[in-house]
């Protein structure tokens, strides 16, 4: 779904998976804009940055899972907790986020 198709779509009950390296807007600027139009949306990231700086920002800003793509088959743990309302962190990251 594009982006302005997601922000037309203001009462939804949607995950919405990002990276942090998209292309023109960042994952943690594109999670913002997206906590400001869809304040319950469920946030998580699936990303291969492991900056401590960087996942303490998309927890800062409602993310609720944050995976790494070296864990990706994590992600559908991840997908469950998020859902279900629990925070998630990427087994290689455990130590970085408490």
Not at 35 to 44: D, F, G, S, T
Request: charged share 20%.
């Amino acid at each position: 779904m594009g982006w302005r198709r997601f922000t037309e779509r203001k009462n939804c009950n949607d995950l919405i998976l990002l990276d942090i390296g998209l292309p023109t807007l960042d994952g943690i600027a594109a999670a913002r804009q997206i906590r400001e139009l869809v304040p319950k949306a469920r946030i998580a990231f699936l990303t291969q940055e492991s900056s401590a700086y960087i996942v303490q920002e998309a927890f800062s800003i409602g993310a609720m899972g944050y995976v790494m793509k070296i864990d990706a088959l994590h992600l559908p743990d991840a997908v469950d907790a998020v859902v279900d309302g629990r925070q998630f962190v990427s087994p290689a990251l455990s130590m970085q986020v408490q």
